[in-house]
């Protein structure tokens, strides 16, 4: 069965840092990716997918993930972050064949200072 | 604006009570899904619909129970079997029932259940 790890519980960066999280998965074939974000007492919304194709997919809100097959990895990455990406970012996996199911990972929490 | 709503957004159940959540899309989606969150544990699958009149277990159904009559609507209703209720519920709906790919899952806005 698919699995995502996602390292990071929570992440601190400075206003107009660069961010990155990661998010590894175990799938045993191509995998389609997501990552969706979530504000307190929200519900989800996506930022971007991968499903083929260019490895490197851009978003919403200026997010950006790079797909590495060798690494088995669909990290996300925001070169200047602002206050209002504070909120918690979860990595999902699904399959191809199957009935529609992700596996979402853990969820890492962004804090973003002043 | 075509979306998913979930009512209520708080919802409080005592012991012994069955409760059910609503769930209603005006996207015109053949498939439905509804989600548990605990805070640490990201988001656990409770039942699916890929079509009206049928619907399948997740991972964690137990305690659980769906209908799917009409293509729009997909209740959960959180049972008395369901010792552990207090949670972030989630519903989510997607374009086709899956097949070859992978269809993007688009999500309202939550129910807190919270117990009495």
């Known amino acids: 069965a698919q699995s995502v790890t996602q390292p990071d519980i929570h992440i601190t960066v400075s206003e107009g840092a660069s961010l990155e999280l990661r998010c590894n998965y175990s799938?045993?074939?191509?995998?389609?990716l997501f990552w969706y974000v979530q504000s307190p007492g929200q519900g989800l919304q996506l930022l971007l997918k991968?499903?083929?194709?260019?490895?490197l997919v851009q978003g919403i809100k200026g997010f950006e993930a790079e797909f590495k097959r060798s690494q088995s990895s669909f990290n996300l990455r925001k070169p200047s972050v602002h206050w209002s990406d504070a909120a918690e970012y979860f990595c999902?996996?699904?399959?191809?064949?199957?009935?529609?199911?992700?596996?979402f990972g853990t969820g890492t929490r962004l804090q973003v200072t002043l | 604006d075509g979306g998913i709503t979930q009512s209520p957004k708080y919802l409080f159940r005592k012991e012994g009570q069955n409760v059910t959540l609503s769930c209603e899309q005006n996207?015109?989606?053949?498939?439905m899904y509804w989600y548990r969150q605990d805070p640490g544990q990201g988001l656990r699958l409770i039942y699916y619909?890929?079509?009206?009149?049928?619907?399948q277990k997740g991972d964690i159904a137990e305690g659980y129970s769906v209908s799917r009559e009409k293509k729009e609507s997909f209740p959960l209703t959180v049972t008395s079997a369901q010792k552990n209720p207090t949670a972030f519920y989630l519903c989510?709906?997607?374009?086709?029932?899956?097949?070859?790919?992978?269809?993007?899952?688009?999500f309202g806005p939550g129910t807190r259940l919270l117990v009495l």
């Open positions: 799938y045993g074939a191509t995998p389609y």
């Open positions: 999902a996996v699904g399959v191809t064949g199957t009935a529609s199911k992700l596996t």
């Open positions: 619909s890929q079509i009206v009149n049928d619907f």
């Open positions: 996207l015109n989606h053949d498939a």
């Open positions: 989510a709906s997607s374009i086709t029932p899956p097949g070859i790919f992978q269809e993007t899952q688009y």
């Open positions: 991968y499903f083929s194709g260019d490895t």
